[in-house]
C-alpha cells in the first residue's frame, strides 16, 4: 500500500519540482514513464480504500476517469513563463506501452 502511494504522488511530486525550476528561470522537463503501472498503483490504492471502509463507496476515484483527471490536471500545470515571470518553462511528457494487436486467425 506504501509503496503504491509513493508511485502515484511520485508524478504530483515531480511536477512541483519541475514548476520550482521554472520558477526560478529554468526550463524542467517531466518524463511519466510506465503510464499501465500508474494505471493498475491506482486501482490498488482505490480499492485498498474501499476495502477499508467495509465496501461502501466513500470514495469517488476508483474509476479512470479519476485518474485521468488527475494527470490531466498534472498538464494543465506546464508551460512557459514570459520574460517578467522569469522566462522559465515547464515541460512534461508521458511514455505509453504499446502492444500488438494479436494476428487474426
Known amino acids: ?11 504530483s511530486t515531480a511536477v512541483s519540482m519541475g514548476e520550482r525550476i521554472r520558477q526560478g528561470g529554468g526550463d524542467a522537463l517531466v518524463i511519466l514513464d510506465d503510464l499501465r503501472g500508474h494505471q493498475d498503483m491506482w486501482r490498488f490504492i482505490c480499492e485498498s480504500l474501499l476495502d477499508a471502509s467495509g465496501g461502501v463507496n466513500v470514495f469517488q476515484g476508483a474509476d479512470d476517469s479519476a485518474m485521468r483527471q488527475y ?7 506546464v508551460g512557459k513563463f514570459n520574460n517578467a515571470k522569469g522566462a522559465g518553462s515547464l515541460s512534461m511528457m508521458m511514455i505509453l506501452e504499446t502492444v500488438q494487436p494479436p494476428e487474426p486467425s
Open 1 to 11: 500500500g506504501e509503496v503504491a502511494a509513493r508511485q502515484i504522488i511520485a508524478a
Open 71 to 77: 494527470y490531466s490536471g498534472l498538464f494543465q500545470r
